[in-house]
Structure formats: C-alpha cells, structure tokens
C-alpha cells in the first residue's frame, strides 16, 4: 500500500509540474530582427533615414528615445496595434548612433520580424 501512494503522489507531482511549465509565454518568448530599413550606410537622423525609431508609446506622435538598426535582434514583449514593445539585445542599437544605448520602447511592429511565442 505504501509503494502505491508513493507512486501515486510521484504522478501526481509530475503532472503539477508539467501543468505548471505548459502556462502561457513570457516575457523573452519572443525575438525580432529589425528588417525593412535603409542601411546604417545611408544613416540621416533628421530625414530618418537608415534606422528604426523608438519611441515612448505605440505611435509616430510619442517622443523618440532611442534607434534601431538593420539587422539588429529585439526581444519582443507586448503588442499594441502595429507596435512592438521592445527591448535591444544586439547588434548596432548597443552602440547607437544616436540616443542611450540598448534602448527598450516601442517600435513599429511592420520593421520587426517576430519570431518565437510573440504577442
């Protein structure tokens, strides 16, 4: 009898963790790689030209804080319309050309190509 409830509770504490683990995506689920935008080679910040803006909310209106690059790997953490909620992991936008480095914001979601568990 003992080695059945010993059994049983091994089962049982199996499936709770396999629930557990099986719960939705988090946060760093998904990646993104910023496509779509000139080369930092042809880089104009005042005709924004060669990067991709990012900004303090989902939209054009909200304030610039900081700059993505062709090429450059986001993780991707929320979603609002056709904005991403970003943070830079690598490539350029470490070292920006302008603006703080690794910049986190908002990003237009039509220059981030997502892939993993994403919002």
Request: net charge positive; aromatic share 10%; glycine share 14%.
């Amino acid at each position: 009898m003992i080695s059945s409830a010993k059994s049983a509770l091994f089962i049982l504490s199996v499936i709770g963790i396999a629930s557990a683990s099986s719960g939705r995506a988090m946060a760093g689920d998904c990646t993104g790689y910023v496509v779509g935008v000139k080369p930092v080679s042809q880089y104009n910040h005042a005709k924004g030209n060669g990067f991709l803006a990012v900004r303090t909310g989902p939209g054009s209106s909200y304030q610039q804080t900081g700059e993505l690059y062709r090429g450059d790997e986001v993780s991707v953490y929320d979603r609002r319309g056709n904005w991403y909620a970003i943070t830079c992991m690598a490539g350029q936008c470490t070292q920006p050309l302008w603006g703080q480095p690794t910049p986190s914001g908002w990003a237009s979601r039509s220059y981030i190509k997502a892939e993993g568990v994403c919002p």
